[in-house]
Every structure is written in C-alpha cells, then in structure tokens.
C-alpha cells in the first residue's frame, strides 16, 4: 500500500485530454513538499516529467502539466497521443517516514 | 550527455550479498546526490536509498535499513549498492539515478540508468 495514492488505470482517445490523480496526507502532499511525476514505458528508464509540481524539464511536450492543491496533486496530458501509453508515477518526500522519499504505486495510461 | 551505466545484478540465494555499481558520466558526479530505486516484477517504483554528493548524507527505506549499504566513489565516478542477507522480496531491477533539487525534501531524479535486474530465488 503506496503513502501517494495514484489510480491503478486510466484510458483516453487520442486528442483528449486526461487528468492522473496522486492523492497524498498532510505529512506529505499537505505539508507541502513538492511533487514530481515520471513517465515509464516498461523496459526502458524511466523518465522525469514534471518537477517542483509544475515545472517541465527541457525536452518535455506543453501537453503535459502539473498541478498541486491541498492533499492532492495532479498531471494533465492534453492532446493525447499513441506514445503517451505508459505508466505514470507521482513522488513526493514524507516526514512522517525514516525513509522519506516516497513515489505512488502508478498509473497505467491506455490510448484507446 | 548525461549517462549512468548499472551493472553487477544476477542471480543470488536468499540469504547472499551482491554490489551494484554504476557508472557515470556527462557532468560533475561529485557536486550531485545519487539515488537507488528499483522496481519489483509486475510492481510500481520503490525508492531504496540516496547519498549526497560528497557522502555527507545517506538515506535510506525501512525495507532495506541494516542490509543495503550505499557509497560512492567520486574519484571513478561510481556510484555503488551492497546488498546483504538478501531476500525473496528484494528481487528487482534497480535503477541508478541522479538527483536534483534544494533541499533534499525537494529532491527528483533527472536521469535514470536503464537498470540491472537482481534475482533472489533458491
């Protein structure tokens, strides 16, 4: 059981937009510690798509944006594409845990 | 370019120890913390430890406190993970990554090795 609760799938048609959820606590999310999201394609590395709640890294599409409020945080992806099936991990840092660097247990984006 | 190579995953009986290392190159390894993750098979992303850049901080998840050790060597640019008294539920491939962000409350991983399956399995 993931600290950071992200839904376990999630499907849109190309061109659509969808939003993946990442619902945390008040010693996390709450507490205000940034949010980072990475996009993974099995058997290869995953990669880091979204920094510091809402900033892209160089190289990554507008399509993709973050958001964060309260206990939540959020990744829209807009104009969906055939490559954005993956899974998408939220991570966050946790100072309630001796191990604190925490990541949700992913979300499987299926392109319909 | 930025690249981080694993390497030392295989087969082990529970019980056994093995090193990772990884090799980097592309930028300034000293001035970046490191990280550990690994990923289960069929299983989400795990974070397993972190270590500062001039070894001045190390972390590391309650699942393996006591058993993995992480250390660098800034001279060879390698970044290492010896695992002890291994278990079953340790099997994983484990990514090396490199960290950025202030303070380590903020830290994220900017690049990510392609990884090194470890087996535990009689």
């Known amino acids: 059981q993931s600290v950071l609760t992200q839904p376990p799938s999630v499907s849109g048609a190309p061109g659509q937009r969808v939003t993946l959820s990442c619902t945390g606590s008040?010693?996390?999310?709450?507490?205000?510690?940034?949010v980072h999201w990475y996009q993974h394609h099995p058997g290869t590395a995953p990669k880091l798509l979204i920094y510091g709640n809402n900033n892209r890294p160089s190289g990554v599409p507008d399509r993709f944006s973050g958001s964060k409020s309260g206990t939540s945080a959020s990744l829209a992806i807009t104009g969906l594409q055939a490559e954005d099936e993956a899974d998408y991990y939220c991570?966050?840092?946790?100072?309630?845990?001796?191990?604190?660097?925490?990541f949700g247990g992913g979300t499987k984006l299926t392109v319909l | 370019e930025v690249q981080l190579v694993e390497s030392g995953g295989g087969l082990v009986q529970p019980g056994g120890s093995l090193r990772l290392s990884c090799a980097a190159s592309g930028f300034t390894f000293s001035d970046y913390a490191m990280s550990w993750v690994r990923q289960a098979p069929g299983k989400g992303l795990e974070w397993v430890s972190d270590?500062?850049?001039?070894?001045?901080?190390?972390y590391y998840a309650d699942s393996v406190k006591g058993r993995f050790t992480i250390s660098r060597d800034n001279s060879k640019n390698t970044l290492y993970l010896q695992m002890n008294s291994l278990r079953v539920e340790d099997t994983a491939v484990y990514y090396c990554?490199?960290?950025?962000?202030?303070?380590?409350?903020?830290?994220?991983?900017?690049?990510w090795g392609q990884g090194t399956l470890v087996t535990v399995s009689s």
């Open positions: 990554t490199k960290e950025e962000g202030h303070p380590y409350s903020s830290y994220h991983s900017d690049y």
């Open positions: 008040s010693s996390n999310i709450g507490a205000g510690y940034d």
């Open positions: 991570q966050s840092y946790d100072s309630s845990l001796s191990g604190s660097r925490i």
């Open positions: 270590i500062h850049g001039l070894s001045e901080g190390t």
